[in-house]
């Protein structure tokens, strides 16, 4: 299983390819002279950067106050390396607080596709899939509590950054509008 560590990182960001309604989101971490580019969704992005601010909320709560967890390191609003090459897919996000080294750690790890090319169904393919000795890659980082309030605060603007919502339902408009379930099915006149 190759693992792609940055410990720590000279960056590591959220960040997409691609037109509002057809982008791509990336976590890119650079260092040491390599840059190594994940694939994820939009979701995963959304959920990993509300998850770090709760993750820095907890540790302050269990371990007291501490001026470093409140911190924040500039902003990084300078796009992606280029060329961005995917490295993988990722699957399955962690995170954790690493108390020793006072560090956030977040790991991506491939998805893990089903050779058969179906989700596993019965009780026995998910053991058997589970128990697989495949290798999957997996990108590990170690953040300061300061570099990782920056790279939620990122993410979140980059979620953000997409096509705006419809007003009545809430889904995202394109710009040529969209089939409002709140107007019985109609484009809503001037929303787009």
Not at 93 to 117: K, N
């Amino acid at each position: 299983m190759p693992v792609f560590q940055y410990d720590p990182p000279e960056r590591f960001v959220a960040g997409t390819v691609g037109q509002p309604g057809e982008r791509t989101f990336f976590l890119q971490a650079v260092g040491d002279g390599r840059v190594t580019s994940v694939a994820l969704e939009k979701a995963q992005v959304t959920a990993l950067a509300e998850r770090v601010g709760e993750l820095l909320d907890e540790v302050r709560r269990r371990f007291g106050d501490d001026t470093d967890l409140d911190a924040t390191a500039g902003s990084d609003d300078a796009p992606l390396e280029q060329p961005i090459e995917e490295d993988f897919r990722v699957g399955t996000m962690a995170l954790a607080w690493d108390s020793d080294t006072r560090r956030v750690v977040i790991e991506a790890q491939q998805i893990r596709e089903v050779e058969s090319g179906g989700e596993p169904t019965t009780e026995e393919e998910v053991e058997a899939f589970a128990d697989t000795e495949t290798a999957h890659d997996v990108l590990r980082v170690y953040l300061t509590p300061a570099f990782a309030r920056a790279f939620a605060g990122r993410a979140l603007r980059v979620v953000a950054a997409g096509r705006p919502n419809c007003p009545l339902c809430g889904g995202p408009l394109d710009p040529e509008g969209h089939i409002c379930p709140r107007q019985n099915g109609y484009k809503p006149v001037g929303l787009n």
